[in-house]
């Protein structure tokens, strides 16, 4: 994993920046073609969203049997997820063993972080620049950057003068922290808020959980997997992939096939109660309309609003953590003794709804009249998410164009894998792909595979350049927005719409529905790459 110390640029056919699942199947897949392909990443280890995330309790939400790679049957066969839901620390395991089992560390660049990525048009070749000043140049450059890999640093005002700690959940330190003894601050209630919370309140003194918008969550029901239960899975797994591959989610959700409208009261109650025990986020598949009629998501929005009440002793703290929203339109968290955690003496819930957070404090926070004290604040604040890590690197196609620029009123792509003006330049799960809307290895074995055959193709027709048209990018961008505009999924104040991102513009970035998207994907390559413009 050795960086390049000559003064000229190393000159390759791929350079991949980001060594998660998008990246290490991107330089797999690659190099098995022949191509003289290398990943440069930032960290100073493989995993991407689990080398960052290793803030206590962090985990999957999609069943390890279903989040982790089908692209090789050997390697389903011989990995055995021993939970439900993987810890952090078995999935990074897993990408570890990604490396070497398909020897990719020589061509892994780790501590290298791209600064600039400019285009060519004289060479038609994209010329890569790091942090550090070293040099590469290369015919394709694919951005497998990550969709939530920018943490998102709200600016407070006296944001530097805390005199403690400091920690953001996507950034946590390698050595682990321990809490015990001391007060702690948490902002944020997101997902990664409501994994840790349970776990910070068993060793802290005391913590403080600021909170800005209550969000649904449903139990994790982690539990060992049973040895039989996978087993059949493996005896099976090219078929349940398929399935789960059908999917609008592109994962098995246990999708009801029918609305809500088509059951008794009764029947709605059975179901919601049926999830309610299958546990996490099976809820999506609660009714086949739940994310498409209001009244349908109502009946599990009022259920699982229920079942947060119940949980919590305190009423005026269970209004608050009560959310009020859509059901979904934000992504729905799963825990392990979230609310319950409010029970106990040493947690307080400070709701800064409708009064925010004024200052950052040397000795903790004020919001409004109130001060809190504490020894360590948590920003559990979330991600720039879909377009941050892109918009962190200066990337400039024809006539000097930059992406970021481009993207000013929000991000524009051709199917989220290319965008107009940036040739020969790839996004693996980019904004206007369905990515953050599925179980997000598979979306990435897809992406992956479309660029990979992509390549292959422009090599076979002895082609150099290809390029999204105007005229396509345009129209999958209305379709995006056309998809979402008939789901509930615009309903709140989300990640998804970039609205957690002070001045970013609200556009629906990811797209809803993985079958037809990949049927679309079919289609333009069949066609011959239809709306891309080849020379
Ligand atoms: P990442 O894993 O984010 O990797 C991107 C890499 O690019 C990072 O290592 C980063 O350092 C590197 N990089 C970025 N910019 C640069 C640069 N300029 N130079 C060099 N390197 C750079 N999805 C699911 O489907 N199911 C789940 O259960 C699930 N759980 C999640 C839990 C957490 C805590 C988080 C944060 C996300 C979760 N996700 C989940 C989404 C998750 O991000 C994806 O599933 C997947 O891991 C993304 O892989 P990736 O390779 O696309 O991106
Ligand atoms: O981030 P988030 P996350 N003042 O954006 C609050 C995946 N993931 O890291 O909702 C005060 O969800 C913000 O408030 P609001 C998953 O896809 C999965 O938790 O914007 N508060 C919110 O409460 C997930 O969706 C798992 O009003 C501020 C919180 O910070 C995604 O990653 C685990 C604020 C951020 O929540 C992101 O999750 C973890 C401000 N200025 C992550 N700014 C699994 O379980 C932000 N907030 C698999």
Known sequence: MSANTSNSPRQLDAVIVGAGFAGLYMLQKLRSEGLNARVLEAGEGVGGTWYWNRYPGARCDIPSFQYSYQFDEKLEQEWEWKERYAPQPEILEYANHIVDRFNLAPHIQLKTKVAEAVFSEEENRWSITTTGGERFRAAYCVMATGCLSAANDPEFPGKDSFAGETYHTGRWPHEGVDFSGKRVGIIGTGSSAIQSIPHIA?????????????????PARNESLDKDFIADIKSRYPEYRAFTRDQLIAWDVEMNEKTAAELTPAELRTECERRWELGGLYFYGTFADMLLDQDSNDVVAEF???????????????????????????????????????????????????????????????????????????????????????????????????????????????????????????????PGSPSVLTNMITSIEQHVEFISDCIGYMKAKNLSRIEASLDAEDDWVDHVNEVAGSSLLLGCNSWYLGANVPGKPRVFMPYLGFPPYVEKCESVAAEGYSGFQLS
Not at 364 to 379: H, M, Q, T
């Open 304 to 430: 699982v609003r229920e079942k947060i009440r119940e949980k919590i002793d305190d009423p005026v703290v269970a209004d608050a953590l009560t959310p009020t929203s859509v059901f979904g339109c934000k992504r729905v968290c799963a825990d392990t003794g979230y609310f319950e955690t409010f029970n106990r003496s040493n947690v307080s819930l400070i709701d800064i709804k409708d009064s925010p957070i004024d200052e950052i404090l040397p000795n903790g926070l004020r919001v409004g009249e109130a001060s809190y004290e504490f020894d360590a604040l948590i920003y559990a604040t979330g991600f720039d998410a879909m377009t941050g890590a892109l918009d962190r690197i200066d990337i400039r196609g024809k006539k000097g164009l930059s992406l970021k620029e481009k993207w000013l009123a929000g991000p524009r792509t051709y199917l989220g894998l290319a965008t107009a003006n940036f040739p020969n330049l790839f996004i693996v799960s980019g």
């Open 202 to 218: 068993e060793q802290a003194e005391h913590l403080y959980v600021f909170q800005r918008t209550p969000n649904y969550s449903v």
